[in-house]
């Protein structure tokens, strides 16, 4: 037996130890021919009961963070993380900061978000010296750019919005920041290809390093300097499978609080060889599975909306704003940041969808588009959300 296939069993017998798992794993026979693919998919419900059931039935052995992910498009999802969140086994594949740095922390501390807490412990275990700053509203870019510049600041982690808005404000005002930077450390979000050609443009010598993956399972792969952005080593205990294209997780590390089997975190991916060389499998995340909403009678992705609006030539971001619920939009409002007219991004999304531009073939007030000189931004994490749900009245 290899010995991913001994953890591999081991994972689903100590799943049993929580009621909710008894009936969905009890049965399966771990001893005979177990096949991994053959178990049922863990749902969001599971993760949340398993987070549950954990604080009041695993072995007080070590403490935990209780933190929570999602909860800007559905309920949030809660999970138990040990203290020193696997960043010992992750900081031997990844390793972006060294003990000369001195990093801002733009993830902000509490209502159980993790990163700022992660990326401490990150810069912790570097020998690096923190600045746990938080959030920066635009209004107040300069006078902390220029704090930071003051105090040494080699290296930042936040979302990839937050990263996009420093180097623009660099570009646009000719502020000195970007040139102290050699580290940027992102998370939270999808990077798209205007953070790589930015940071060519304004601050080449920073080099962007990334984590994917959840609260659920933690950091299923990481990437660096010498890979592609939407392109992720997979870390030797996230056990991955490819469920035509989807990604399912089952998290072998030892340390881990609540299982996680066969999760499907709702990406899909292929694997791939990255250019960097280094051994080991490696995913490119094609994007998120099906999240399709209905409007004018028809079904769309916003998260495909938001894509095919950012090829028009002269948007650099946008975002759909849905009014309604339970699924159903009767309004959509998309949000564009950059130069391009704003009849020209709406006739260039209604000739890319057949069904929906047959729907409105008239100046429809349900359907708009504006220009905004920014996205809105989750306040709590600093995350640009594609979508965007404002309940109708």
């Known amino acids: 037996m290899t010995d991913t296939a001994a953890a591999l069993?081991?994972?689903v017998r100590d799943a049993?130890?929580?009621?909710?798992?008894?009936?969905?794993?009890g049965k399966v026979d771990l001893d005979g021919d177990f096949d991994l693919a053959e178990l049922p998919e863990m749902t969001r419900e599971d993760v949340t009961v398993?987070?549950?059931?954990?604080?009041?039935?695993?072995?007080r052995a070590g403490s935990a963070y209780l933190f929570t992910s999602g909860g800007s498009t559905a309920e949030p999802k809660l999970?138990?993380?040990?203290?020193?969140?696997?960043?010992?086994?992750?900081t031997r594949h990844w390793q972006p900061l060294t003990d000369t740095d001195v990093l801002a922390n733009l993830a902000s501390p509490g209502r159980l978000w993790s990163a700022h807490y992660c990326y401490n412990r990150v810069a912790e275990l570097a020998g690096a010296d923190v600045i746990g700053l938080g959030h920066v509203a635009d209004e107040e870019l300069g006078q902390w750019l220029s704090f930071l510049t003051r105090h040494g600041t080699t290296a930042v982690a936040g979302t990839p919005s937050q990263l996009e808005r420093i180097l623009r404000y660099c570009e646009r005002t000719g502020h000195p920041f970007a040139g102290t930077l050699r580290v940027g450390i992102w998370f939270g979000e999808p990077c798209g290809p205007e953070l790589p050609l930015l940071r060519d443009r304004v601050a080449p010598g920073l080099g962007l390093w990334g984590h994917y993956g959840s609260t659920e399972?933690?950091?299923?792969?990481?990437?660096?300097?010498?890979?592609?952005?939407?392109?992720?080593?997979?870390?030797?205990?996230?056990?991955?499978e490819l469920a035509d294209g989807a990604v399912l997780v089952s998290t072998l590390h030892p340390g881990a609080v609540a299982p996680v089997i066969?999760?499907?975190?709702?990406?899909?991916?292929e694997e791939v060889a990255c250019p960097c060389g280094r051994a080991g499998r490696a995913l490119r995340i094609a994007g998120r599975e099906g999240s399709l909403v209905k409007f004018a009678g028809t079904l769309v992705g916003p998260h495909q909306l938001v894509a095919i609006a950012?090829?028009?030539?002269?948007?650099t971001a946008a975002q759909i704003v849905l009014t309604g619920d339970a699924g159903i939009a009767e309004r959509m409002e998309v949000l564009v940041v950059g130069e391009a007219a704003e009849d020209a991004v709406r006739a260039h999304l209604l000739a890319s969808q057949i069904d929906l531009g047959f729907a409105l073939r008239g100046d429809d007030e349900e359907f708009t588009v504006r220009r905004v000189d920014?996205?809105?931004?989750?306040?709590?994490?600093?995350?640009?959300?594609?979508?965007?749900?404002?309940?109708a009245h």
């Open 50 to 59: 398993a987070a549950e059931q954990a604080a009041a039935h695993r072995p």
């Open 262 to 269: 066969r999760y499907r975190i709702g990406d899909r991916a």
């Open 374 to 391: 920014t996205l809105p931004a989750n306040p709590r994490t600093g995350k640009t959300p594609d979508f965007r749900w404002v309940q």
């Open 79 to 90: 999970a138990w993380i040990p203290t020193e969140m696997h960043l010992g086994e992750l």
């Open 9 to 11: 069993r081991t994972l």
């Open 16 to 25: 049993t130890r929580f009621p909710h798992f008894r009936d969905k794993y």
């Open 310 to 315: 950012k090829e028009l030539p002269g948007v």
């Open 217 to 240: 399972t933690w950091v299923i792969g990481h990437n660096g300097p010498g890979c592609p952005v939407d392109t992720f080593h997979l870390l030797p205990y996230q056990h991955v």
